[in-house]
């Protein structure tokens, strides 16, 4: 007869608690007393949607319900490869709105800043193309745009690098942009669309996730692949803090993801808040006393 590896985990009682209680409180606690020193960051669009960036999957409010004007075969193909080679227009009218410089950093952008001047930031990965990390102070190494951003933009044709300047003149005017170097490439920005490889760094940087001792995950449904599964790519003994409006990545009858519950995996080390991402985090760093440090970096 197998034993069940799950049987033993089903009792509470019988755990090994990481976080205990399993709460923010807990995760602050953590910070302060210096137990968390190689955090990382995972960053959907939830913490840009107080900067006025619609996410994709809010039902009503989300990108994927506004694209009907579009005319769309389906709301995904703004960003896949093949449908933006026949017909790039929609994507560079939704490019105009999304395009860096139209929005301003949120609480949460600046409390990733924050963790990085303590030092105790080890790296933020984001699903974000907006760069928002960058403009609130977040130096470029230590971000890893897993989708890419606007940040640059390549010819798909001779691979040449645009001007920013260029690039934003030309998509401001509701221009499809041409390569001024072999004058027949269309300029695209260097997201990651569907179909196409993730960026390089990504792959560079999945070593951070086993040296991490603390991971945040704020404002991300957890339903895009890669990304999803970096939840799972720390040490089984590593706390993991969700702040999102709702539980998203738990596990059900695998090993796999958060287990707020603690029914299946050998540690209680997963808490979640629930809220939005800068009420998360203006509740951590309150809990952390960065309160008056968060309030001057914004100043600033």
């Not at 933009?153 to 040449?160: A, E, F, Q, T």
């Not at 603690?262 to 951590?284: I, P, S």
Request: net charge positive; with cysteine; hydrophobic share 40%.
């Amino acid at each position: 007869m197998t034993k069940n590896k799950n049987f033993g985990y089903l009792f509470k009682g019988n755990k090994k608690k990481i976080l205990d209680p399993p709460t923010i409180e807990s995760v602050a606690q953590l910070i302060k007393t210096g137990k968390a020193k190689r955090i990382i960051v995972m960053a959907g669009a939830g913490i840009s949607t107080a900067a006025g960036i619609p996410d994709f999957r809010t039902p009503g409010t989300g990108l994927y319900d506004n694209l009907q004007k579009y005319n769309l075969p389906y709301p995904e193909a703004i960003f896949d490869m093949t449908y933006f080679k026949e017909n790039p227009e929609p994507f560079f009218s939704l490019a105009k709105e999304l395009f860096p410089g139209n929005f301003m950093p949120t609480l949460t952008h600046y409390f990733l800043t924050l963790l990085y001047r303590k030092n105790i930031l080890l790296r933020c990965f984001t699903q974000n193309i907006d760069t928002l990390e960058r403009l609130a102070g977040l130096p470029d190494e230590m971000i890893v745009e897993a989708h890419g951003s606007f940040a640059k933009s390549k010819c798909l044709k001779c691979k040449k690098f645009a001007d920013a300047a260029w690039m934003k003149e030309v998509v401001n005017k509701g221009e499809v942009p041409i390569c001024t170097s072999c004058r027949v490439g269309i300029v695209k920005p260097c997201i990651t669309f569907f179909g196409e490889a993730m960026p390089s760094k990504f792959f560079l940087r999945l070593g951070d996730f086993q040296v991490c001792d603390l991971l945040i995950v704020i404002g991300t449904s957890l339903q895009v692949q890669p990304f999803a599964s970096l939840v799972d790519s720390v040490g089984e003994k590593v706390p993991r803090l969700l702040i999102n409006l709702e539980k998203v990545g738990d596990i059900e009858l695998s090993d796999m993801g958060f287990d707020f519950e603690g029914r299946h995996q050998n540690y209680m080390r997963d808490a979640f808040y629930k809220g939005t991402c800068d009420e998360g985090v203006r509740k951590l760093a309150e809990l952390c006393g960065f309160k008056v440090i968060i309030n001057i970096i914004i100043i600033l």
